[in-house]
């Protein structure tokens, strides 16, 4: 028998037929240890900050702590992950019908899915873990112990970001493998020669800044919907958080549109731009369509700007908790 010469069926197929798998797998593969590294550094990054939080400030992450476990205990954080993880995995095998341009709207579809997953999930346990809190006069026996208002309300502010946090670390690393896969997968069907590994690596590192930008886009929203859940309830509360995503993308393009040049268009669009978040920087769907890098300099100023802006929605949570009668 001569295997190794590939003439000879083994269980009926060729060693000819299992070369090419296994090289597209090969190269499909290779890339994802970027992925599995950034998971790993993203991960201990976070874990130093935990640790930083309880040696700085032991009852704020106490709460942050426990808020944590029960936003990722209820069923919404597990049918969300499960969602996601659903559409990016369908999404490659998704026929576009855009003249090879496949690949831009994976891109697009998988970064605004995990996004407003993300959203989701923070502006629900914002309203169970703050509102409902509150009207249950659960928050009335935290504060009966030795922690103060503003104690914890940060510390359900940290608690309600960190779900959203292994959110974008667990769907953005089946993201990242989905565009990677998509490159084989795009190049066996149009018949085009089998791409590189570095093809597969430059596609995933030019929409990775994609997942950080959202995050930073969660935390500002998340911010928000902390100080709305100091007044009102949970459905209050996501009608003005999703007008506020809806106005946060719109204003900017509005501004810039034909209409922006009406007077009064041009001043309600900068009111607006002033009292809101712009959220049109954290979307790249420039860059994506244009297959031009996320430059490096604009993740620490969108940064930057997220701090800045949650930091006063936060003072703003502050303010309306501190005088709110909570018997």
């Not at 000879?8 to 597209?24: C, K, M």
């Not at 936003?71 to 999404?91: D, R, T």
């Not at 009207?135 to 914890?152: F, N, W």
Request: aromatic share 10%; net charge neutral; hydrophobic share 55%.
């Amino acid at each position: 028998m001569h295997l190794a010469t590939g003439n000879v069926p083994l269980l009926g197929v060729t060693d000819s037929w299992l070369g090419p798998i296994f090289e597209a797998l090969a190269t499909w593969l290779k890339p994802l240890w970027l992925v599995a590294v950034g998971a790993v550094a993203v991960v201990a990054v976070l874990y130093g900050v935990w640790i930083l939080l309880r040696l700085a400030a032991p009852k704020v992450a106490a709460i942050a702590r426990t808020t944590a476990k029960e936003a990722m205990a209820q069923p919404v954080f597990f049918v969300l992950l499960a969602l996601g993880a659903f559409a990016i995995i369908v999404f490659p095998f998704i026929p576009y019908n855009t003249f090879g341009e496949d690949i831009k709207m994976l891109k697009g579809s998988g970064l605004t899915t995990i996004r407003v997953l993300a959203i989701i999930l923070v502006l629900w346990t914002a309203s169970v873990s703050i509102a409902s809190e509150i009207e249950g006069r659960t928050a009335l026996t935290l504060l009966s112990k030795p922690v103060g208002r503003r104690q914890l309300i940060i510390g359900k502010f940290l608690g309600i970001i960190a779900p959203a946090a292994i959110l974008f670390i667990v769907l953005g690393a089946l993201f990242l493998a989905s565009v990677s896969y998509k490159v084989q997968y795009d190049a066996r069907e149009s018949c085009k020669p089998e791409p590189s590994w570095q093809q597969c690596r430059d596609e995933m590192q030019q929409v990775s800044p994609g997942l950080l930008l959202g995050f930073f886009e969660t935390v500002a929203l998340a911010s928000i919907s902390v100080a709305i859940s100091t007044r009102l309830p949970m459905i209050p509360n996501l009608v003005i958080c999703a007008s506020v995503y809806v106005l946060g993308h719109l204003v900017p393009i509005l501004a810039q549109s034909a209409m922006g040049k009406i007077e009064f268009v041009r001043i309600v669009a900068n009111l607006l731009s002033a009292v809101l978040p712009v959220l049109e920087n954290f979307n790249i769907e420039g860059s994506i369509a244009t297959e031009q890098p996320v430059p490096p300099e604009y993740l620490p100023w969108a940064a930057l700007y997220t701090v800045l802006f949650s930091t006063a929605a936060m003072l703003l949570a502050l303010l309306m908790f501190e005088d709110r009668d909570l018997a």
